[in-house]
Nanobody, 124 residues
Framework: QVQLVESGGGLVQAGGSLRLSCAASGRTFSISAMGWFRQAPGKEREFVAGIRYRDGSTYYADSVQGRFAISRDNVENTASLQMNTLRPEDTAVYFC?????????????????WGQGTQVTVSS
């Protein structure tokens, strides 16, 4: 099993920045990629960004491309999401997820482990 714990959420004004972190523990050797998802009230959970451990390849949703940056520290078993130029529509609960899949899945069903989520609220 793998345990994931997110931190770093909060309230920020539009145009501001936040950095989310995800700490992984347990059988972390089984992780191939990590991703960030978000879910706003009344909406489905959506893919935000992902990173592959093997080579650091990244993939972003169009809505955050150029504003968000995902990174990982393989030694510390952490993944971070730097969020810049935040918009009110970025308001959601953000989830960290880990997968044993070879590539970076965009579907939440392909992720094996999930954190508890952290709230991000962007005020206008």
């Amino acid at each position: 099993q793998v345990q994931l714990v997110e931190s770093g959420g909060g309230l920020v004004q539009a145009g501001g920045s936040l950095r989310l972190s995800c700490a992984a523990s347990g059988r972390t050797f089984s992780i191939s990629a990590m991703g960030w998802f978000r879910q706003a009230p009344g909406k489905e959970r959506e893919f935000v960004a992902g990173i592959r451990y093997r080579d650091g390849s990244t993939y972003y949703a169009d809505s955050v491309q150029g504003r968000f940056a995902i990174s990982r520290d393989n030694v510390e078993n952490t993944a971070s999401l730097q969020m810049n130029t935040l918009r009110p529509e970025d308001t959601a609960v953000y989830f960290c997820a880990a997968t044993r899949a070879i590539n970076i899945p965009r579907s939440s069903s392909l992720y094996n482990y999930w954190g508890q989520g952290t709230q991000v609220t962007v005020s206008s």
